[in-house]
Nanobody, 126 residues
Framework: VQLQASAGGLVQAGGSLRLSCAASGRTFSNFGVGWFRQAPGKERDFVAGITWNGGRTYYADSVKGRFTISRDNAENVVYLQMNSLKPEDTAVYYC????????????????????WGQGTQLTVSS
């Protein structure tokens, strides 16, 4: 599975943006997907995850209630809808596929993911 994230951008605080993660490969629908972000000088942190069939979603506390992850397996794409953006959301965002198929949950550690997308910059201005 190869993943490619859509372009991020510059957004004012309080604004919204939707990122997409497009996948190639027939087996994409077998894997959970996670979104991570990395701010300068910080570790790559889990943001949101969705199981292979979209049945369960997970969010970091910092984005809960503001971000929504979803997927369309027919189109091989995962979305991250980001609302009420804050300056602290500024980071490079990455999508990645779980290393194991058909998992009932989504792990949050980066070691459990493979097939990372290229990363996309989101900057939220105050």
């Amino acid at each position: 599975v190869q993943l490619q994230a859509s372009a991020g951008g510059l957004v004012q605080a309080g604004g919204s943006l939707r990122l997409s993660c497009a996948a190639s490969g027939r087996t994409f629908s077998n894997f959970g997907v996670g979104w991570f972000r990395q701010a300068p000088g910080k570790e790559r942190d889990f943001v949101a995850g969705i199981t292979w069939n979209g049945g369960r979603t997970y969010y970091a506390d910092s984005v809960k209630g503001r971000f929504t992850i979803s997927r369309d397996n027919a189109e091989n794409v995962v979305y991250l809808q980001m609302n009420s953006l804050k300056p602290e959301d500024t980071a490079v965002y990455y999508c990645a596929a779980d290393s194991a198929p058909w998992r009932a949950t989504v792990p949050t550690g980066t070691d459990n993911f493979r097939s990372w997308g290229q990363g996309t910059q989101l900057t939220v201005s105050s």
